[in-house]
């Protein structure tokens, strides 16, 4: 489902809208602006993680290359909570919220992760796009139906893309994360396996799936991508603690 140009720091992200542009970027790859520290890899997005705020300025001018001509993006503060934001022009200073909506066209959405999982929602008409930061706390807050509650389209009409995330494998939460699911929905305790340490293993991919789709949503496509195991790839919080940021970005094209 992605297409990846090996050249460029970023991916095209196919959701079969014929008017709806999607990216994800990731730390490889060559960039005319690259930071090359091996703390913050090429192509690092994240303005708060104590890299060169010029490096990351370029960055991001980088990236608006890869989208539509005159397009802005809208980049977030992200807080791990549950706030969802429904605009029709970019606004600045960053506001702080964790997923975004627009029906705009030339607005671009942008969610930062370096193991948390980045949704991207757009409607099949291609007239209405969200994105969203959902780390384990953003969706036990519930963002995913927060999120498509304020969205015009009904569930049933979007189309998800669940984007890179550490996978089960690798991310290892308490008891206390587990029974926060549960509160959310019981089921959800089927994403949870017990490990030799008394701890579980959490499928953050596979509640988000199951969570959009108990929402109504039908077509998911999971890019099934570990930011942890791929370490020349992505960026990895709990792999490396000081780390860049990738992101991943949504419009609808004019």
Avoid at 175 to 199: C, G, W
């Amino acid at each position: 489902m992605v297409k990846i140009t090996t050249e460029q720091p970023v991916e095209n992200i196919e959701l079969f809208v014929n008017n709806v542009q999607a990216l994800q970027s990731t730390q490889s790859g060559t960039c005319q602006t690259a930071s090359i520290s091996s703390n913050f890899g090429r192509f690092n997005l994240g303005l708060h993680v104590g890299d060169d705020e010029s490096t990351v300025l370029a960055n991001r001018h980088y990236l608006q290359r890869f989208l539509p001509k005159g397009c802005e993006v809208q980049w977030l503060e992200q807080v791990h909570g549950n706030d969802v934001l429904n605009i029709e022009n970019v606004i600045f200073p960053y506001p702080s919220a964790d997923a975004i909506i627009t029906r705009t066209p030339n607005i671009a959405l942008a969610i930062m992760t370096a193991d948390c999982l980045p949704i991207l929602l757009s409607n099949k008409n291609g007239d209405e796009v969200a994105a969203l930061h959902c780390g384990w706390r953003s969706i036990v807050s519930n963002i995913i139906g927060a999120t498509l509650n304020k969205m015009i389209c009904k569930p049933e009409e979007v189309i998800a893309w669940l984007g890179p995330c550490i996978s089960q494998q690798y991310f290892e939460v308490g008891e206390d994360v587990r029974q926060a699911f549960i509160k959310l929905h019981p089921q959800l305790t089927l994403f949870f396996a017990k490990n030799k340490v008394a701890k579980y293993q959490a499928n953050l991919s596979g509640i988000a799936k199951y969570l959009l789709e108990l929402s109504g949503v039908t077509i998911v496509i999971d890019s099934q991508q570990c930011t942890y195991a791929n370490q020349d790839k992505y960026y990895s919080y709990r792999r490396n603690n000081i780390t860049g940021r990738m992101a991943s970005v949504i419009c609808i094209k004019s």
